[in-house]
């Protein structure tokens, strides 16, 4: 998926910084060595005469001479090796370096990004989802199903616990698989503490490891961010473009703010316009269905109902559980 503008050019400006530390470096070594070795910056300034020389006979098509002037910059090269040999310094010692060699530090091999760049996109994106230190534990790896009864049934579906689990997991799976060919939005709902917003972590780790962009907010988080930015002016006010545009937002815990009109409003927005743009949302709530309409209006849950797939996690509080278990 392609990145943002501005996600862009925080990768490209970090290429930049280090385009311009090696620049610096070679520059220090350069007067380092022309200091103690003047020869040196006599052997530089002739094999860049020969060079012009060279190029403008390559350029006019003229043979004669050519190999001598190959033959001349070579003897240079050598003596110039030779001479930061004797010295102590290495014989690439006044050569640019590079932190990564493949791409020369400019992102690109042509015009096929570098495997550097996916590397810095992926840490980026990770880094703004603001979940970077948390999917490291909370993935699809370390998902588990002993957290759910394989006798207790849930009343409306006569799946067991573990039956809902499984089934969520496999949707999840599903979800991340297929995001790339169709346009998909989840809801989560249920008691506190039944793997909620564990699941929808396993959807963001999947998903920012093949470099979408992934943003979280609690609900908290969220609507206290679109206020800052419905609020302040000019240049204060923070870019909400993000939430609307990312490959896939997860708002979780919705329903544990203080709700108003505003909340209320600004949700519909949200919802509405990653709709209308095709980008995927992942809600997850404490709150049962009846009081989620209540709470949001009728418009925001026919909304979700008409355009989310809708599932109900059930069990007990796995937090609790692994108190008890001696937190495993």
């Known amino acids: 998926m392609p990145l943002q503008n501005y996600q862009y050019d925080t990768i490209m400006r970090e290429y930049n910084r280090r385009q ?3 620049r610096r470096i070679q520059e220090e070594h350069l007067a380092e060595a022309y200091e103690k070795i003047p020869r040196l910056r006599e052997i530089d300034e002739e094999v860049a005469t020969l060079s012009a020389r060279k190029a403008r006979a390559l350029i006019s098509r003229q043979e004669v001479g050519i190999e001598d002037l190959r033959n001349d910059i ?9 001479l930061l040999l004797s010295s102590g310094y290495p014989a690439d010692y006044l050569e640019m370096s590079y932190t990564c060699p493949l791409c020369q530090d400019t992102g690109y091999i042509g015009s096929q990004k570098c ?13 703004q989802s603001n ?3 948390i999917l490291e534990k909370e993935n699809f790896d370390h998902f588990s199903f002993d957290f759910y009864s394989d006798t207790i049934t849930n009343d409306s579906t006569g799946l067991t616990e573990r039956e809902t689990a499984c089934r969520a997991y496999k949707m999840a799976k599903e979800f991340v698989a297929d995001f790339d060919n169709s346009f998909q939005n989840l809801f989560f709902y249920g008691d506190t503490g039944v793997g909620k917003t564990f699941l929808s972590h396993c959807i963001a780790h999947d ?3 093949s470099a979408h962009c992934v943003l979280y907010f609690s ?19 923070p870019d909400d473009e993000p939430i609307f545009d990312c490959d896939l937002l997860i708002i979780d815990d919705l329903g544990t703010e203080l709700t108003n009109s505003f909340v209320s409003s600004q949700l519909f927005l949200c919802i509405n316009e990653r709709i209308m743009r095709k980008k995927s949302t992942i809600i997850s709530t404490n709150l049962k269905l009846e009081d989620f309409s209540a709470t949001y209006s009728e418009r925001t849950f026919s909304r979700i109902a008409s355009n989310y797939q809708m599932t109900k996690l059930v069990g007990k509080d796995i937090r609790i559980q692994k108190i008890f278990l001696g937190g495993k």
């Not at 070579?74 to 030779?82: D, F, I, M, V």
């Not at 495997?115 to 810095?120: G, L, T």
């Open 20 to 22: 311009a530390r090696n």
């Open 74 to 82: 070579a003897l240079l090269s050598q003596e110039r090796t030779a």
């Open 115 to 127: 495997s550097c760049f996916k590397k810095a996109e992926i840490e980026l994106l990770y880094t």
């Open 131 to 133: 979940l970077k230190e």
């Open 207 to 209: 998903l920012l490891d």
């Open 219 to 237: 609900s908290f988080e969220l609507f206290d961010f679109l206020a800052g930015s419905a609020f302040s002016r000019g240049n204060d006010a």
